[in-house]
């Protein structure tokens, strides 16, 4: 005879991996009344005296197998009567949700059935949620992904933890969860759905996965095992694109960060780098192409590009800062407008700015829209541009203060400041139109300088 398989001992070893069920946790098990859930029901009961748990069960009726849906939870209520274990129950028409949204039966149940679960755990005070996925379907997932097209973060299939959500059996084979039921003699229901090949997950389990374990007879726990390397790996990528991101500025809707910092890092730590620069602007869906597009910006040779990205993403490089932001945030006024040397250029707001070359005058100009700037000071080509966060001024007499806190001790109005283009080259600010020079690259008399004046379509800002 067979040894007894102890699936508790062995989901326990898996679970304090994760430290997954520390003592005195309140753990809420998902309870669908199938094998996979059942087995975990009893797993969480032998570990609920060692480890001082106390034990909930919910279970979601998504009313979509009629008959059968009421089945299951009639057997999971009995069940837990007869264990002893409190059970909530909540239903919910998935059905009729998913057509008033829009959306897929299987998406819409999923859904439902977390938030369902989520709520329970909030009302209860749970400080787990238990699923019971197992190793086969952690295989499953993955392979899906991998059918599907996946980088290394869809290969490392579902997580163990997320949240409060754990998977204290993804490491166990279903076949165990199979020969520990009949062990025990511990009853469960069948999904007649599971038997429907339309569904991918279904039609993998039932013709592909035989095949593999043909090949390996311990796939999925060959699988398990090297998933867990496979997601130290992956977290050390995000753990260094992190740090990379660490000096990242987030203001107003955009984020900005030093185009040679990106540019300077390994490509899969850059790549993971710019999805987490536009997580930070909620932006979360970004195919490979447009990510490889915003990495050639950064590290460009032109200290001035734009990109124009789907979902509603706009990015542009101006000198060493990379932007990135929905075109809600983009600067209202001023969009980035380079002058290559003196000149008049007309703006496309309507705005005039002429740059001339000149010996500074014994009253060097340091008004609002005009001033004298030191030419030994300037770098061409300069820019014009809304204000950006961190863009420091110091005016003639006064100490260097950040724009932000200059138009608010000016009481310039808010909705006005956007439209106040700042002149900047590589090394900062020049001069900030409607408040003066910036007085480090004033000219002095008889110095060669730039005059510059400024000419708005009509002034702006309206003092308060
Ligand atoms: N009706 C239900 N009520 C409570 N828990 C459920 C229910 N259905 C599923 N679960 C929980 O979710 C786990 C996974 O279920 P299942 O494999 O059917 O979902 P899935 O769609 O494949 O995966 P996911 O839960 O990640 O969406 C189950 O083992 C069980 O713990």
């Known amino acids: ?22 003592q005195g946790s309140t753990v809420l098990c998902a309870l669908s009344g199938g094998a996979d859930s059942m ?38 209520v009995q069940w837990c009567q007869k264990r ?29 059935r977390y938030g369902f679960l989520t709520a329970t755990a909030q009302e209860l005070g749970a400080d787990k949620i238990a699923t019971a996925h197992n190793a086969d379907d952690n295989a499953e997932t993955l392979l899906l992904h991998l059918a599907r097209g996946t980088g290394l973060d869809g290969l490392t299939g579902i997580p163990p933890v997320r949240g409060i959500l754990i998977r204290p059996l993804l490491a166990t084979p279903r076949i165990d969860i199979a020969v520990y039921l009949a062990q025990e003699e511990i009853p469960h229901v069948e999904d007649s759905s599971n038997q429907d090949t339309v569904y991918a997950r279904n039609r993998l389990r ?19 095992a090297n998933l867990v390397h496979l997601r130290e790996d992956r977290d050390l990528l995000h753990a260094m694109a992190e740090k990379a991101t660490k000096t990242a500025v987030v203001s107003e809707g955009r984020v900005s960060l030093s185009a040679r910092t990106l540019a300077a890092l390994p490509h899969p730590v850059a790549v993971r780098a710019v999805k987490q ?42 000198y060493d800062q990379l932007v990135l932001c929905p075109s809600s945030a983009m600067p209202l006024a001023f969009s980035l407008r380079l ?10 707001n309507g705005w005039k700015i002429e740059i001339t070359e000149t010996i500074c005058p014994d009253l060097p100009a340091q008004e609002e829209y005009e001033w004298d700037i030191a030419q030994n000071t300037v770098t061409f080509p300069l820019v014009l541009r809304s204000r950006q966060a961190g863009d420091q001024l110091r005016l003639p007499g006064r100490r260097t203060k950040t724009l932000k806190k200059w138009y608010i001790d000016e009481k310039i109005p808010r909705q006005n400041r956007q439209s106040l283009p700042v002149l900047a080259d590589e090394s900062g600010l020049l001069a900030a139109a409607g408040l003066g020079p910036n007085y480090p690259r004033l000219a002095q008399p008889g110095q060669p300088a730039l005059h510059i004046r400024l000419t708005p379509k009509t002034k702006p800002e309206e003092r308060t």
């Open 39 to 76: 087995a975990l029901l009893s797993v969480l009961e032998a570990l609920a005296k060692p480890r001082s748990l106390t034990l909930h069960a919910a279970h979601f009726n998504h009313q979509l197998r009629g008959e059968e849906s009421q089945r299951d939870e009639d057997f999971v």
């Open 206 to 224: 039932q013709e592909v996965m035989p095949v593999l374990r043909d090949l390996n007879p311990a796939f999925v726990s060959t699988l398990a």
């Open 277 to 318: 620069l536009l997580a930070k602007v909620d932006r979360f869906q970004i195919s490979s192409v447009h990510l490889e597009q915003i990495l050639s910006l950064a590290a460009g040779p032109s200290p001035s590009a734009t990109l124009n990205l789907p979902d509603d993403l706009f990015v542009w490089r101006e």
């Open 339 to 348: 002058l290559t040397g003196p000149g008049t250029f007309a703006l496309d």
């Open 1 to 22: 005879m067979k040894n007894p398989i102890d699936l508790a001992a062995q989901a326990a070893a898996f679970a304090d991996k994760y430290n997954m069920l520390p």
């Open 84 to 112: 002893g274990i409190p059970l909530v129950v909540g239903r919910g028409d998935v059905a009729q949700e998913a057509q008033e949204q829009g959306k897929g039966v299987e998406e819409t149940a999923r859904a439902m």
